[in-house]
């Protein structure tokens, strides 16, 4: 059995991530279209739609890990799409397209390659489905006190600030990239 409070500070942290992903697709829905485009897995395909279909369903994903809701249900839809991006990430690096924007982020610092592809966003992926999976792991009952909730809070904003770092390593890795080969 784990401690309440772990699961609580993941469940936290992936209602954040899964909410402020799903805002910036939905903030500029026509680009995340072209990005899914982009990444010629589907021939066929009202990639409007997709992106609009892709961007509610992590809204409603972040909305359940924040609300808590108890059923292993959202678990299990994070780990899909967790695994259907790895999925795509590591389909157009095998093929060597590398230079494309993996969707994950838009702040623009290398124009319109916001994230390029990379190994590091199979790894991160599969970390975050590790994550998810502690999360179907019993957990003890007690009550939470003040100083739980101050953990919580400290430990989010931990998580969000070397979540937001290890993205912009990532990103600085992918500039330095398209910088060598001369992209």
Request: some cysteine; overall charge neutral; aromatic content about 14%.
């Amino acid at each position: 059995m784990i401690d309440p409070l772990l699961s609580q500070i993941v469940a936290y942290g992936f209602g954040l991530l899964f909410i402020s992903s799903a805002w910036n697709k939905l903030s500029d829905i026509d680009r995340f279209s072209l990005i899914l485009e982009d990444y010629q897995l589907l021939t066929i395909m009202p990639f409007k739609l997709l992106a609009v279909m892709i961007a509610t369903f992590e809204f409603i994903l972040g909305c359940s890990w924040l609300l808590g809701f108890s059923t292993s249900i959202k678990e299990w839809c994070t780990v899909g799409i967790l695994i259907l991006y790895t999925l795509a990430i590591t389909v157009n690096l095998v093929r060597g397209r590398v230079y494309i924007d993996c969707g994950c982020g838009f702040n623009n610092t290398l124009g319109d390659n916001g994230h390029l592809l990379s190994p590091i966003l199979v790894v991160r992926n599969f970390i975050l489905i590790v994550m998810v999976l502690f999360t179907l792991l019993p957990t003890s009952e007690r009550n939470f006190v003040f100083l739980d909730y101050m953990v919580i809070f400290s430990a989010l904003l931990t998580i969000i600030l070397l979540y937001v770092g290890s993205g912009q390593l990532i990103q600085n890795r992918s500039a330095i990239n398209t910088w060598r080969n001369g992209f």
